[in-house]
Structure formats: structure tokens, C-alpha cells
């Protein structure tokens, strides 16, 4: 693919009233892709019910096995012994999840979250995960494969990348990532599930002497470096509100991430950068690999272990 495609994703809709309310107006003003919706949250409920009554498209499943925040802990839906911790809420951080989750209740958990979004009468376009819990990045336990057939048995995208960028402060620099993320993403195109080529991330905190004006344009500088193909790159915006800064840590960039999607400087330079703003739709149609060149992908990979 030869041009530049880029999802923007809100993650952590339903999450609090805040956030639902920054979500909820960049979707109503089309400043954004997406947003995906966590089922377990305390503000699911009047997330879900804004979709519904609008029948607003391109609404995505948050997969969430994590409570990270102490003011807002949650449990998971399920009541799986092995997804909570002491104070019965799932587990604050990736590692602890990985460490202790059972397979089979993470999977039940999953379809509970999922049923409960399209009980709520939310169309599902698509999954990604919150805190990227499911992918063993912490500890190597990853679940990416039960989550792949979860997702192909219901034709859903998922979050996923085919390719890592060098320049992504996240991926980048992780020891032999490339490699996972081949063989992920060779398993997904045998089974059938679409995905974006990359995932582009930037750092959830604020750091030491960081402005919006700094952050800015550290982001439009990444338009101007996108890598060809279908991107994908994730904010979570929220209102500035006195519950958010007493509650969320590093609050102020939730607020940059909002302010951010309205900025016309922002607009401008998607459209000066040749980048092509796109949703899930795109990714179904476009982010499937043929099965074959999967499936000899997949056994290469098998044959360099």
C-alpha cells in the first residue's frame, strides 16, 4: 500500500465522565476515527447509551483486564477468581495481570465484556486492549493467540501491527519485538482477522518541562514521518474537570490529547503531510493478508525457533 492511512482511536471511553465527554465530542465533530468502549468501567453505561441513541458508528471493544487508577478501581465483569487482586478489582498493573490471569477466565471475561456492549445496543466495528494487558509484553505470558481466534470466530479487527517503527518510543526500542509481531500477525492472516500495519504510541505521562505547544508538535512531526501503509495511534482524551485532576494521574495530558484533535494546526497538517484520516471499515477491507502468504509466514517463523 502506498499511501498514508492513519486511525485515530479514543481508548478508555466509558471509563469516567470526563472522558465520555471529551469522546463524545470528537466523535460528534468527526475529529477523530474512533473510540473503544470499556464494558466494566463505571461510565459505561452513559457511554453505551450515547451510542445507542445516536447510532454512532465506529465504535470499538476496549478489552479491559486492568483497574490501573486508585481512584477509579473496577472489577471485571465475570468475577474470575484469577483477574483480581486482594481488594477484589482487577489488577492495577500489566505485570501482575500477566503473572496471575488464567487463560480460560480471561477468554470468558472477554466474551462477557463483548455481550454486554452489544446487549447495551452498541455495534462492535472492532477490539483493542486496554493497557495492552493481552500482549505479554511485561513478562513474555502473552494470550495473543486465544484473542486472535476469539476475534476471527467474530469477524472483528484487532488491534494488533504487522510492523514495528524504529522511531516509536514504545516498540522500538523492546527486545525482539519485530519478531512477536511477525508472528502474531501471520497467525491473525491465517485466521482471517484484519489488522492496522502499525501502531504508533507517545509517552501517557507528562514529562519534565513538556508544554502543549511541545507536545504538539512532537505529534505533527510523526505525521510528517508516517510510514506508508495503514497507522494506527491511540489518545485518551478528557475535559478538564476538578474530578479528573484530583483523581488521574498526568491528568493535564488527557486534557492536551482533547485540545489537541481540535487544533488547527493539528488539521492542517494531516492534510499537508498526504496523511488520510480513515476507521475501521478501512482496516476490514484493506487489512486482511491472503491466507497462503500467512500461513508461510507463520511456518517460517515456526522453523526459526
Aim: hydrophobic letters at 40%; charged letters at 25%.
Amino acid at each position: 500500500m502506498t499511501g498514508k492511512y492513519l486511525v485515530i482511536n479514543c481508548d478508555d471511553f466509558g471509563q469516567s465522565p470526563a472522558m465520555n465527554a471529551a469522546i463524545m465530542h470528537l466523535l460528534e465533530e468527526g475529529l477523530v476515527s474512533s473510540a473503544t468502549i470499556m464494558a466494566p468501567a463505571p461510565a459505561f453505561r452513559e457511554a453505551a447509551e450515547w451510542c445507542r441513541k445516536r447510532e454512532q458508528p465506529n465504535i470499538g471493544l476496549h478489552l479491559t483486564l486492568t483497574s490501573e487508577f486508585e481512584a477509579l478501581r473496577f472489577p471485571s465483569l465475570t468475577g474470575g477468581a484469577s483477574l483480581h487482586d486482594d481488594s477484589g478489582h482487577m489488577y492495577r498493573t500489566v505485570e501482575e495481570f500477566e503473572r496471575s490471569a488464567d487463560t480460560a477466565d480471561v477468554m470468558r471475561e472477554l466474551t462477557a465484556q463483548y455481550e454486554a456492549v452489544r446487549a447495551s445496543g452498541v455495534q462492535i466495528t472492532h477490539a483493542d486492549n486496554h493497557m495492552g494487558s493481552l500482549y505479554g509484553m511485561a513478562t513474555g505470558r502473552s494470550h495473543i493467540p486465544h484473542v486472535l481466534r476469539w476475534c476471527a470466530r467474530r469477524s472483528l479487527p484487532f488491534r494488533l501491527f504487522r510492523k514495528v517503527d524504529p522511531a516509536d518510543p514504545l516498540l522500538g526500542p523492546m527486545p525482539g519485538v519485530e519478531r512477536a509481531a511477525a508472528k502474531a500477525s501471520a497467525l491473525a492472516g491465517v485466521l482471517g482477522v484484519a489488522l492496522p500495519d502499525y501502531l504508533l504510541s507517545h509517552p501517557f505521562e507528562k514529562r519534565d518541562g513538556e508544554t502543549y505547544e511541545s507536545f504538539k508538535q512532537m505529534l505533527i512531526d510523526k505525521l510528517y514521518r508516517l510510514p506508508f501503509g495503514i497507522c494506527e495511534t491511540y489518545i485518551h482524551p478528557g475535559v478538564d474537570d476538578p474530578w479528573m485532576r484530583r483523581a488521574i494521574p498526568h491528568w493535564e495530558k488527557r486534557v492536551w490529547e482533547f485540545r489537541l484533535m481540535m487544533d488547527d494546526d493539528f488539521r492542517y497538517a494531516i492534510r499537508d503531510a498526504g496523511v488520510t484520516l480513515v476507521d475501521y471499515t478501512f482496516i476490514r477491507r484493506h487489512g486482511r493478508e491472503s491466507r497462503m502468504r500467512a500461513g508461510a509466514r507463520l511456518a517460517a517463523s515456526a522453523l526459526r525457533r
